[in-house]
């Protein structure tokens, strides 16, 4: 991707069932020091509830490049149109 550029990644939740199934491009495991701890609501359950599925966007890119201004853009989007939203910027999250 060229500078400026955001790329958006889209992971379906129900491909990724724990943590420690994350790869890299090589197949490798990313990290080997964290533990799956299972919950008490089964993602079943959860979209049940909230009559959606689970999803993860990531925004990546370069500083600057506008990837806080999409995902709130996007989350003002998805919420007007019902769904249960939240944007986790890193900036908000170090």
Same mark, same amino acid.
């Given at each position: ?6 790329? +958006? ?8 069932? @724990? ?21 008490? +609501?089964?993602?079943?359950? @959860? ?24 995902? +709130? ?20 999250? @170090?």
């Amino acid at each position: 991707m060229g500078s400026g550029f955001t790329q +958006v990644t889209v992971l379906d939740a129900q491909k990724i069932e @724990r943590a420690d199934d994350m790869y890299d491009k090589s197949h490798q495991v990313i990290s080997t020091n964290i533990t799956w701890v299972e919950g008490k +609501v089964s993602a079943e359950n @959860r979209a049940k509830l909230l009559r959606q599925d689970a999803a993860t966007i990531w925004l990546t890119g370069l500083s600057g490049s506008g990837k806080s201004t999409i995902a +709130v853009e996007l989350e003002k989007h998805l919420f007007s149109n019902g769904h249960a939203v939240y944007a986790l910027d890193g900036d908000n999250i @170090r």
